[in-house]
């Protein structure tokens, strides 16, 4: 039997149109991979065999009839907080662990639309409130690297998943670098589109203003092929944007000669580990030879991004999150003596400490007499971040840095401290503050763990960001090694 | 009493007439069965997210220029997070720091005929919540969800009326006001019209205002005076017992005819207002104002204006004509087939009419009188075939069976007397059957002169043309 789990995203869509082999053996092959390694790495929370394998059926059908999409009969999994008609859709919690949705998310819909299969639901942070995978009802998932150590997250089970070659790809939302920081900590990449270019419609809320749906692959091509397919106008979602989609997979190859670069002093910190500053740093000297100009420059507002980010995205939580109240959907508690028992037993027992947390502080923050003080401030502030990025893509072509301060860290280091979880996200933050297209891609390991390295582009330059990351790709080959085990 | 000095502000909210919900595609239908109306938007499913119907906003343009209000061109949704049941999202949204329209006026008529500004200090976009169902239902609440996500306007008023009868006044002008713009249904029944009342009260000469109470919900322009006049009443009792009003929310029991207390300040939510980041903030351009300015029909005031200089009637007909468009356009219609005498169908549509149609509980709208039978009516007074008072027999005939003016004066023979040598006949035999009043008339008893145009009448049927007759009668009594 081939390898197919060794195959990338785009292998695999030309063999099946080319009908080197079938969606039903692809996917068979990688079901059975999905069940072997589930209790080692806990990276799904439901696995739809059987819907799989009717639609594999199906595509193979497609295919056989010469019809067919960019992705027939390719495997995928998509994060358990994008809804799936039929197939329980739990957003990593208790609260919606009864929870079916009967609707289709519009990227599930746009990416069965283009053919794809779609394997399962991947294990998430709670309400992907996480940086580590640790917050979910269904327990943490685990680094194929190392398996003592956390795969990041919030996007944790998608991450591990295509890192374990279970899925080539899968859906992911980063609403603070919730795809980028597990895409590095699993050697992975992972591209979070502009604000608005994929549909929010179906994906269940954290931070709706910084929520963005994006990809989990193991190569910019691949990531090019998946977002083409689920990015789009969605006339649903009135925040996504009305402008075409660009073929990303056909501006791929376009040379890299005078693409300025720029290096954000505000990256390069005491906070970044010194061995992961060093990969960064060789990767830059990659795109040197590349043709690439490197071009200093400062944001000065960005060092507090982390404080805005924690002030925003808890404040919109806080309200986002009042809908899950025991009366139509989700967990309600047993025999409520009356409605506000309900509500503070429902909501009480169906949310986790970290989703606690951030309701807790998204409603102070919006309190009468707090929320000038920290709400609107914390606003202010992010319009400042998003300026300093305007005046710097003025002058550059697209920011390079790291993706995280270092490489995946322990289960259960951080827990204890959720400052220190947070300040994970210090690097990843800034693009979801101003709504920018950013990608992390592998560019080396710090002992044994795989290091990634950040690109963000301008507004919609998802093309150029993803052109800058293959160039990358095609003369490194840190994206192709697999964790031990995996290959 | 007149110590004190009674200040009134009205939250009106008006629910608009759009085919679908405010943020979803959900049909807007009064009575459906519970949540037949409601998809998974107006649910608050996960992952839902809501898109602004552009019919609700071209609605809220369209009262801010009829009001002369200031339109934004840029104005902002935000969350008002509360938990209740009937609240699927968990907040309402509504409209904040920045709303559609903002400082417009509205012309009220005191009782004394003055006219008085009552200022508009906003109105904005909101969506309504759902209802919660006790009855039948021991022991649960059922939810019903066909109203959560109807398109509303608030009207807010500045405090400037200063009795319940100005504040009925008020929302009578604004009810009459949403209708002439087609944009709300002003059916109190249904909801789609109600308002809250903020009321306070100060000593005369005082500039500050006194605490108020909100009374919320009423739902009728008889509710709404009787309970400002009652919450008057308790708070200037309160005062004057040396007690102090407090702010809090009241709610009017119409069994009891009284207000009572529902919550405090202290017991308000925090609503957390913040700007709702699923949508844009609306962004209207000048071309758009423009395009619904262009749709605007001719306003209540206008339409008085122009009614009682066309047709020479008074301020006070004209208002009451141009209450409705509707009425409006039927006086308009019956004088255009009818034009001798304008004074006479407002005085016809407003009398015998405006009667019928209240005995039957009847709607004008139910076509029970075209405009055509009435002004065929009015022609036959008119050109003297029926007098006034035959006119009103045959227009309860009319309505009874809805049969025209002239075959009713056929069948029933009432067509007035004008032929001269008849009426002589008929004075000749009373004058004959009466020689002792005769001759009391001659000898200076003048106003038997009634007594023998009562007789003559009664002789005629009542259908002697009474111009003639009183010509006549005159000539032979005076011998």
């Known amino acids: 039997m081939a390898d197919f789990h060794n195959s990338t995203l785009t292998e695999l869509a030309a063999g099946l149109r080319a009908r080197k082999f079938s969606s039903v053996e692809v996917t068979r092959a990688l079901l059975e991979r ?4 589930q209790s080692a790495l806990n990276a799904f929370i439901s696995v739809t065999a059987d819907e799989a394998l009717a639609a594999a059926h199906a595509a193979d059908q497609t295919l056989a009839g010469g019809g067919g999409g960019a992705l027939t009969g390719v495997p995928i999994a998509h994060k358990d907080l994008f809804c799936t008609q039929g197939v329980r859709t ?71 998943a295509v890192a374990a070659r279970l899925v080539p790809g899968a859906t992911a939302t980063d609403t603070g670098g919730s795809i980028r920081q597990p895409a590095a900590l699993c050697g992975i990449t992972g591209m979070k589109p502009t604000y608005g270019r994929v549909s929010r419609y179906g994906m269940v809320a954290f931070a709706s203003s910084l929520d963005q749906g994006g990809v989990l692959t193991r190569s910019a091509a691949d990531a090019a092929l998946m977002l083409r397919e689920m990015a789009g106008f969605d006339a649903n979602d009135s925040t996504s944007v009305d402008t075409p989609v660009p073929d990303y997979v056909a501006t791929l190859e376009q040379p890299l000669t005078g693409l300025r670069i720029g290096l954000l002093r505000e990256f390069f910190d005491k906070g970044l580990d010194a061995d992961n500053e060093r990969r960064i740093r060789e990767a830059l000297r990659v795109y040197e030879t590349l043709g690439a100009r490197l071009i200093d420059v400062s944001l000065p507002h960005l060092p507090m991004s982390v404080p805005v980010y924690y002030v925003v995205a808890p404040a919109e939580c806080s309200s986002n999150l009042a809908r899950f109240d025991g009366v139509r959907f989700g967990h309600r508690c047993e025999n409520p003596r009356d409605l506000n028992d309900m509500y503070r037993r429902s909501r009480g027992e169906g949310f986790g400490a970290e989703v606690k947390r951030r309701v807790m502080t998204g409603t102070y923050v919006l309190s009468a007499g ?38 995946a860290f322990a289960l259960g280091a951080k827990t ?52 800058a990351a293959h160039a990358f790709q095609k003369v490194t080959d840190w994206h192709t090694r697999a964790p031990a085990g995996y290959a | 009493m007149s110590a004190w000095e009674t200040v009134i502000g009205l939250e009106i909210h008006a629910q608009l007439a759009t085919q679908s919900k405010i943020f979803s595609g959900s049909a807007t239908t009064y009575g459906a069965p519970p949540n037949a109306q409601a998809n998974l938007v107006d649910l608050g ?90 009855e039948g239902l021991p022991g649960v609440t059922g939810i019903d969800l ?22 009925v006044a008020y929302m009578k002008k604004v009810h009459t006001l949403v209708r002439y713009l087609e944009i709300c249904d002003g059916n109190m029944q249904e909801g789609s019209f109600r308002c809250d009342a903020n009321v306070s009260v100060r000593k005369i000469g005082a500039t500050k ?64 207002y913040f700007p709702d980041p699923d949508l844009l903030p609306v962004e209207l351009d000048e071309a758009f104002i423009a395009a619904v300015r262009a749709t605007l029909p001719e306003l209540p005031d206008q339409k008085a204006a122009r009614l009682g200089t066309q047709y020479a009637l008074s301020p006070y007909d004209a208002g009451v004509l141009t209450a409705s468009r509707e009425l409006a356009d039927y006086y308009e219609e019956v004088v255009a087939a009818a034009p001798q005498d304008p004074k006479l169908a407002a005085n016809w549509v407003m009398g015998e009419l405006a009667a019928a149609l209240n005995r039957d509980g009847l709607e004008l709208s139910a076509g029970k009188m075209p405009a055509a039978r009435l002004a065929q009516l009015l022609q036959r007074v008119s050109d003297q075939t029926i007098s006034g008072k035959i006119a009103k027999e045959v227009f309860e005939a009319m309505w009874a069976d809805g049969s025209g003016a002239d075959a009713v004066i056929a069948a029933k023979g ?10 002589e006949k008929a004075i000749d035999e009373v004058m004959a059957r009466n020689p002792g009043q005769l001759a009391d008339y001659r000898a200076g008893k003048d106003k038997l002169f009634g007594f023998f145009v009562g007789q003559v009448m009664k002789a005629t049927g009542g259908k002697a043309n009474p111009a003639q007759l009183n010509e006549l009668l005159r000539k032979k009594l005076s011998g």
């Open chain 1, 416 to 467: 204890a401290d959720p400052i220190t979880m947070y300040l994970n996200d210090i690097y990843t933050i800034g693009a979801n503050l101003a709504g920018l297209p950013a990608i992390s891609v592998p560019c080396g390991f710090v002992q044994d763990l795989p290091v990634g390295l950040q690109i963000v582009g301008p507004h919609f330059a998802e093309a150029r960001v993803l052109n």
């Open chain 2, 414 to 423: 009432l067509r007035q007397i004008t032929d001269s040598s008849a009426i």
């Open chain 1, 370 to 407: 707090y929320y000038d003080a920290y709400y609107l401030k914390a606003q202010r502030v992010r319009a400042l971040i998003n300026e300093d990025f305007v005046r710097a893509f003025e002058s550059v072509d697209v920011l390079i840095g790291p993706t995280t301060p270092t490489p």
């Open chain 1, 34 to 37: 999905v069940t072997r390694h």
């Open chain 2, 209 to 272: 205002l006194g605490t108020r109470a909100e009374i919320k919900n009423l739902n009728s322009f008889r509710f709404i005076e009787r309970a400002i006049n009652y919450e008057v009443a308790r708070q200037i009792d309160l005062l004057e017992s040396g007690g102090t009003v407090v702010q809090e929310t009241r709610l009017y029991d119409p069994d009891k005819g009284e207000t009572r207390s529902m919550r405090s300040k202290e017991e308000a939510n925090d609503y957390r």
């Open chain 2, 146 to 167: 066909n109203r959560a996500g109807t398109p509303l306007v608030e009207i807010v008023s500045e405090p400037d009326m200063r009795s319940a009868r100005e504040a």
């Open chain 2, 45 to 134: 499913y996960p992952g839902v997210l809501p898109v602004l119907n552009a019919a609700a906003v071209r609605m809220a343009v369209k009262l801010g220029l009829a009001i002369g209000a200031r339109i934004a061109t840029h104005s902002v949704f935000a969350r008002k997070n509360y938990f209740y049941p009937d609240l699927p999202k968990g907040y309402q949204i509504s409209q904040y720091e920045l709303p559609i329209v903002a400082n417009g006026a509205i012309d009220i008529v005191l009782e004394d005929g003055q006219h008085k500004r009552i200022g508009v200090t906003r109105a904005h976009l909101e969506e309504d919540a759902g209802k919660s169902l006790h």
């Open chain 1, 90 to 160: 739990t957003c990593g919690s208790r609260m919606l662990d009864n929870f079916v949705s009967p609707y289709d998310a519009t990227v599930v819909k746009k990416l069965r639309g283009a053919g794809a299969v779609t394997l399962g639901k991947t294990n998430m942070d709670e309400f992907a409130m996480g940086s580590s995978n640790e917050t979910s009802y269904y327990g943490p998932v685990r680094n194929p690297w190392n398996r003592e150590l956390v795969p990041g997250g919030s996007s944790g089970g998608s991450a591990a």
